[in-house]
């Protein structure tokens, strides 16, 4: 877990506000206590008459300012005693799961005769890391998954430590084949990769998998420690010369401590030939792992579109570099020119180079792999969202980590220096009932509770405006604020933070905030941070809860909008139509079942927010089949 994700000393405990029962309207809480119960009463005469809220005192500013006790105070050094109840509230109801015990990394995802293939690193065995084989799965619609038997297990000398992250190629002669790490059981522990290959590739299901009697067939190269080599991708084939091209992730053995990407040629799956030099090499930010590159197209007739890896470079199509940063468990990706012959790739701005600028998601997101799906011609992001509660009571509930939900990737044409990454499109047709809620006023210091009944797995879309006079009035200079250090939610600043508290309990002790904070910069240009905080996201003391986020772009004549997705005991948020997105595990106590609530709040001082438009779904749940017969092989 990289040092910019721990929170820092200056954590808040008190709520945003406090909050009576919840009416059946949206009810409006003041911070003030000094207002009288006459005028309390009369303002509340006023509301109902133009919007039928009722206004509640709670707590004031100071509440809000209170420290957070000392963790697991009165406890010990103990777990929290999640009762059965609040681990069983735990399993998402629309998210990838296996039926229990340990996932992780995606590892060759690929649509092969109309199914969505998903493969990942599985202890089959037990709630935590061990035992590594590749769980699979497959589906017809990305959200509805067939459980199929494991693909591979380590049961050889070059895998009895782990099968881990690797990927599956469809071969032009109608071979599929599977490239896997290896955790070898010789003196020293080393890390290789090996072959297996599709039993029966009439096989829509692919069920049966057969490793190669000769592997490993590429072990690390020399200068490449032996534990630094690993996750290998086909990421581009070359039909004219029959070859395809396979990344793997690295470092050097400096004391540059350089992440690194090698490129070996292959035509058989077999023999391989390591291309000279490197892909790409990026200085201090450590051991690459799980990369990807993929191209995108920038502008022409393209643009809007996915592209097939076998795209080349060209003058509207860039190429986007992804590695997972072992050193920090984060993704970062950068957009570039890809330059085959020389076998380099060049970003376009090494300010925001891989590992040192963007990211696919400012959260709880890792090991993620795309792939190309040529029936609604998109390419499709996976990344595992792991746990951040104890080990022991992973053990307890029996399982540990999902997957965040499938989203598609595009380049930004507006802005021309990010992607966009999204839901599928499938996600909503879980949608079921709605309620619309448009022009809500959001006053400065204040919360709006959203009356909309079961509150544990939502899609929620909202779109806020600042009023134009304020936010023109405020010409100070805010840039210092950060997402990862500031208070969170508590701190306030001139325009923000605002936005949405999901999974928040009656009384707001317990809640996860989205929201944005909006700055000026010392030239008057504003500068807009999406931002999700998880302090008071539980009153279990036993698990990280910390502020995570980034700046995300937003231009001139847009409003700020955000997608929320809840599904238990995750929060996945998009801000600008997927520029930048932040993903959370929380575990709430009390904000659970019946005890889950949604409020928007404002804890700005000098701007009104408006909701121009909140809409909330009701999610319905994904099913799964379990499966362990051939027969299946036939529907």
């Not at 701005?349 to 792939?371: C, H, M, N, Q």
């Not at 997705?565 to 948020?573: P, T």
Request: proline fraction near 6%.
């Amino acid at each position: 877990m990289g040092s910019q994700d721990v929170e820092s000393a200056r954590s808040l405990h008190a709520p945003i506000v406090g909050s009576p029962p919840p009416r059946r309207t949206l009810t409006l809480r003041s911070l003030s206590l000094a207002l009288s119960v006459v005028a309390f009463l009369l303002a509340a005469a006023l509301l109902l008459s133009k919007s039928g809220s009722v206004p509640n005192p709670n707590q004031g500013l100071d509440a809000i300012l209170a420290p957070l006790p000392q963790s697991g105070a009165g406890l010990g050094e103990e777990d929290y005693p999640f009762t059965t109840k609040m681990l069983q509230w735990q399993h998402t109801g629309f998210h990838f799961q296996p039926p229990r015990y340990f996932m992780s990394d995606p590892s060759g995802p690929v649509y092969y005769k109309g199914w969505h293939h998903f493969f990942y690193q599985h202890n089959a065995k037990a709630a935590f890391w061990g035992n590594i084989a590749w769980g699979h799965a497959a589906s017809r619609d990305l959200l509805n998954w067939v459980h199929l038997p494991l693909a591979v297990e380590p049961d050889h000398w070059y895998d009895i430590e782990g099968d881990w992250t690797g990927s599956v190629a469809v071969l032009p002669d109608g071979r599929v084949i599977m490239l896997f790490t290896g955790g070898t059981g010789a003196n020293e522990l080393a890390q290789v990769v090996n072959l297996a290959v599709a039993a029966d590739p009439s096989d829509p299901l692919l069920m049966e998998w057969i490793k190669y009697d000769a592997n490993p067939v590429l072990h690390p190269p020399r200068g490449i420690g032996l534990k630094d080599f690993r996750d290998p991708n086909p990421v581009w084939y070359n039909s004219s010369e029959s070859t395809w091209y396979v990344v793997v992730g690295s470092k050097n053995d400096s004391l540059s401590h350089t992440g690194i990407a090698l490129v070996y040629t292959t035509k058989d799956f077999l023999s391989y030939t390591l291309l000279p030099g490197v892909l790409h090499a990026v200085d201090i930010v450590g051991m690459w792992e799980c990369v990807d590159l993929y191209p995108v197209a920038t502008a022409g007739p393209l643009v809007g579109r996915a592209l097939e890896n076998s795209v080349p470079a060209g003058e509207n199509v860039k190429h986007v570099l992804k590695a997972g940063l072992n050193d920090e468990w984060h993704d970062y990706y950068a957009i570039g020119t890809y330059d085959r012959e020389a076998n380099k790739w060049t970003p376009d701005d090494e300010i925001i180079d891989v590992g040192i600028g963007l990211r696919y998601d400012w959260g709880k997101f890792y090991a993620s792999r795309t792939f190309y799906d040529p029936v609604k011609q998109r390419r499709v992001l996976w990344g595992y969202v792991g746990e951040t509660d104890s080990r022991e009571v992973d053990i307890r509930k029996g399982w540990a980590s999902v997957e965040g939900l499938a989203r598609t990737v595009l380049f930004d044409e507006k802005t021309g220096t990010n992607l966009l990454t999204w839901p599928v499109e499938e996600v909503e047709s879980l949608r079921m009932t709605s309620k619309n809620f448009s022009n809500v006023i959001i006053s400065p210091g204040t919360t709006v509770q959203l009356d909309i009944g079961d509150a544990n797995q939502l899609d929620i879309v909202a779109e806020f405006e600042i009023k134009k006079e304020e936010l023109e009035a405020v010409i100070e200079a805010d840039v210092t604020y950060n997402c990862s250090t500031s208070g969170g939610a508590a701190t306030r600043g001139l325009l923000g933070p605002f936005g949405l508290l999901v999974l928040a309990n009656e009384d707001l002790t317990e809640q996860t905030a989205t929201y944005f904070y909006v700055g000026r910069g010392t030239d008057g240009s504003l500068q807009t941070h999406l931002c999700q905080d998880e302090l008071r996201s539980s009153k279990a003391y036993n698990i990280v809860k910390r502020v995570v986020g980034h700046t995300v772009p937003v231009l001139a004549g847009e409003m700020l909008s955000l997608r929320i997705l809840v599904d238990h005991s995750i929060v996945e948020s998009y801000a600008q139509g997927g520029r930048a997105s932040t993903t959370s595990r929380v575990y709430p106590t009390e904000a659970i079942y019946e005890g889950a609530r949604v409020f928007l709040f404002n804890n700005a001082t000098a701007a009104t927010v408006i909701g121009k438009s909140v809409k909330i779904w009701h999610m319905n749940s994904t099913h799964d089949t379990i499966c362990h017969y051939p027969s299946l092989k036939a529907q």
